[in-house]
């Protein structure tokens, strides 16, 4: 069993990922006294998505047996040749141009600018403002870089103990800080927090693991005033939102808003306001859901769902406008935000996507797409110890967007897997 759940081991995390989902929903529907129709909906996807994996994995030993199997791979790490040495330096020396554009195109460092936030408002707008004031170019090379470059050369660098490891690390910590959105400081290090486990490199992981920490409640003391005030945090000034300040997807009255639906509870005003540990569990098991809760209010309706337009890509061959689901949810449920400034988007699991385009046919759609997806990946790396932690960004932001988005943009996973192609699969040059 253990040697099978080795062998499938980023299938079974994302399974694992899929099931607290299933467990977060269930939680918030205890917390807000809401049925539990949503858990049911999600265990048919695992079943769905396990289904298709087997059948594919089925049919790829069938018909190309070569791919399916899992070479022993090598127990210390082979040396770089001088071609990829040099690339390896290019990579470097390109993810440290674009976090230096970055923040010379913005103008301020995200993270030093919020401090002047007087409220979560003027925090979150500061901190949207670090991304959407970029041009749409550089916005691409922002989620690369920080979702799927430097995580990809820290693993790259560790493998091979380079001593570039130590340069992608400073250039990571600082880019991620500087964002201070705390999605980032978890696609930088928790990927290799996971290798060095699975290395038994303890003392290496003690220290990775304490930086992540410093770095998620730095951010998450950042992030609230309220928090940063009974930490006696500086808070320079109140930020208003500046004249000008780009506006959101959607405006107030942009979407009309169902009488029926049911807005969150309202979060308690006690000690957990300003407790960081009780902000993590808040955003771990309550808060994604309570964002599946409100996708499924939103598209009960038939005739709200959007049938195939909330794909970019399939939009215009449909010959209808695209719509961005997650903002338009948020200028729905969160009008009062999105008037004052805003870049709102309620990211929901990737398997909602599909509920909201076609309803709970969708459900099939994103297990075929979900159980081809991981029988794709399970083919290219195999048993490789970079296995796991080179798919575990594809698996989180799976949690939160759609699938087609997780693999590009969203994760990074086409970079990251190029890379890993170039350094490991590739004959040695």
């Given at each position: 069993?253990?040697?099978?759940?080795?062998?499938?081991?980023?299938?079974?995390?994302?399974?694992l990922?899929?099931?607290?989902?299933?467990?977060?929903?269930?939680?918030?529907?205890?917390?807000?006294?809401?049925?539990?129709?949503?858990?049911?909906?999600?265990?048919?996807?695992?079943?769905?998505?396990?289904?298709?994996?087997?059948?594919?994995?089925?049919?790829?030993?069938?018909?190309?047996?070569?791919?399916?199997?899992?070479?022993?791979?090598?127990?210390?790490?082979?040396?770089?040749?001088p071609?990829?040495?040099?690339?390896?330096?290019?990579?470097?020396?390109?993810?440290?141009?674009?976090?230096?554009?970055?923040f010379?195109?913005?103008?301020?460092?995200?993270?030093?600018?919020?401090?002047?936030?007087?409220?979560?408002?003027?925090?979150?707008?500061?901190?949207?403002?670090?991304?959407?004031?970029?041009?749409?170019?550089?916005?691409?090379?922002?989620?690369?870089?920080?979702?799927a470059?430097?995580?990809?050369?820290?693993?790259?660098?560790?493998?091979?103990?380079?001593?570039?490891?130590?340069v992608?690390?400073?250039?990571?910590?600082?880019?991620?800080?500087?964002?201070?959105?705390?999605?980032?400081?978890?696609?930088?290090?928790?990927?290799?927090?996971?290798?060095?486990?699975?290395?038994?490199?303890?003392l290496?992981?003690?220290?990775?693991?304490?930086?992540l920490?410093?770095?998620?409640?730095?951010?998450?003391?950042?992030a609230?005033?309220?928090?940063?005030?009974?930490?006696?945090?500086?808070?320079?000034?109140?930020?208003?939102?500046?004249?000008?300040?780009?506006?959101?997807?959607?405006?107030?009255?942009?979407?009309?808003?169902?009488?029926?639906?049911?807005?969150?509870?309202?979060?308690?005003?006690?000690?957990?306001?300003?407790?960081?540990?009780?902000?993590?569990?808040?955003?771990?098991?309550l808060?994604?859901?309570?964002?599946?809760?409100?996708?499924?209010?939103?598209?009960?309706?038939?005739?709200?769902?959007?049938?195939?337009?909330?794909?970019?890509?399939?939009?215009?061959?449909?010959?209808?406008?695209?719509?961005?689901?997650?903002?338009?949810?948020?200028?729905?449920?969160?009008?009062?935000?999105v008037?004052?400034?805003?870049?709102?988007?309620?990211?929901?699991?990737?398997?909602?996507?599909?509920?909201?385009?076609?309803?709970?046919?969708?459900?099939?759609?994103?297990?075929?797409?979900?159980?081809?997806?991981?029988?794709?990946?399970?083919?290219?790396?195999?048993?490789?110890?970079?296995?796991?932690?080179?798919?575990?960004?594809?698996?989180?932001?799976?949690?939160?967007?759609s699938?087609?988005?997780?693999?590009?943009?969203?994760?990074?996973?086409?970079?990251?897997?190029?890379?890993?192609?170039?350094?490991?699969?590739l004959?040695?040059r």
């Open positions: 069993m253990l040697q099978l759940l080795s062998r499938h081991r980023v299938f079974a995390v994302y399974l990922s899929l099931g607290w989902l299933g467990a977060s929903a269930l939680i918030f529907a205890l917390y807000a006294g809401r049925g539990g129709d949503n858990v049911a909906f999600i265990a048919s996807v695992i079943a769905g998505v396990t289904l298709v994996y087997a059948g594919a994995r089925w049919l790829a030993r069938r018909l190309w047996p070569q791919w399916t199997q899992s070479p022993t791979e090598r127990s210390t790490p082979p040396q770089l040749t071609a990829l040495r040099v690339l390896l330096v290019a990579l470097v020396g390109l993810y440290a141009f674009i976090v230096t554009k970055h010379a195109l913005t103008g301020y460092v995200p993270m030093i600018e919020a401090l002047s936030g007087g409220s979560e408002l003027d925090v979150s707008i500061v901190r949207q403002g670090g991304y959407f004031d970029l041009p749409g170019f550089m916005r691409y090379a922002s989620d690369y870089s920080a979702k470059l430097g995580p990809a050369l820290l693993l790259v660098t560790y493998y091979f103990r380079s001593r570039l490891f130590w992608v690390l400073a250039i990571g910590v600082f880019y991620s800080t500087g964002l201070f959105a705390r999605i980032l400081p978890i696609m930088l290090l928790a990927p290799l927090l996971l290798l060095m486990l699975t290395q038994q490199r303890w290496h992981a003690l220290g990775i693991a304490a930086l920490c410093f770095q998620l409640a730095f951010a998450t003391a950042v609230s005033p309220v928090i940063r005030e009974a930490l006696q945090l500086p808070n320079i000034a109140d930020r208003a939102p500046k004249a000008g300040e780009e506006g959101a997807y959607f405006s107030p009255g942009d979407v009309k808003i169902p009488k029926n639906l049911k807005l969150p509870p309202k979060r308690p005003d006690d000690w957990r306001h300003t407790s960081i540990v009780y902000s993590f569990y808040d955003r771990m098991l808060v994604p859901g309570q964002v599946i809760d409100q996708w499924f209010q939103y598209y009960a309706e038939p005739e709200r769902r959007e049938r195939g337009c909330g794909y970019r890509l399939v939009a215009p061959m449909l010959g209808c406008s695209y719509v961005p689901i997650p903002s338009k949810l948020y200028a729905t449920f969160y009008e009062d935000n008037a004052q400034g805003m870049h709102g988007s309620l990211n929901a699991a990737s398997f909602m996507t599909e509920y909201a385009n076609f309803g709970p046919a969708g459900f099939l759609l994103s297990a075929l797409m979900g159980g081809l997806l991981f029988a794709a990946v399970s083919l290219i790396y195999r048993n490789h110890p970079l296995a796991l932690p080179m798919n575990l960004s594809l698996i989180v932001i799976a949690m939160e967007t699938l087609l988005t997780a693999i590009n943009s969203g994760s990074g996973w086409l970079v990251m897997t190029a890379i890993f192609i170039v350094f490991f699969r004959p040695a």
